[in-house]
């Protein structure tokens, strides 16, 4: 399987403290491997695919489904899967294992 490295730039203060406004990250172009709690992952809004979203993953349930949120302190903050849910596998552009 070949994958590739793709460049995401940040853009708001979600995952704060950890990645800041404008922070250009490196993430391993997703085809499939497996995914864990806790890593930080690039996806398409389930709601409005021309959004890309970064987000930690939290939780994984039996099907596979992303919860992802924010590192923001701020509940205000980041839109997230408390706002939207679970995001499918098929959402996820790629993960930053840096």
Do not use: A
Not at 15 to 29: H, K
Not at 69 to 90: I, R
Request: charged share 20%; aromatic share 8%; glycine share 10%.
């Amino acid at each position: 399987m070949l994958m590739k490295n793709i460049q995401v730039v940040v853009s708001g203060h979600s995952m704060w403290p950890v990645l800041d406004d404008g922070q250009v990250i490196e993430c391993e172009e997703y085809v499939g491997q497996e995914l864990f709690i806790g890593e930080i992952i690039v996806f398409l809004h389930p709601f409005n695919s021309n959004l890309t979203i970064i987000k930690r993953i939290q939780k994984i349930n039996q099907e596979g489904d992303l919860w992802v949120v924010g590192d923001n302190p701020d509940p205000t903050s980041s839109e997230d899967s408390h706002n939207f849910g679970f995001v499918s596998k098929n959402n996820v552009l790629g993960i930053n294992r840096g």
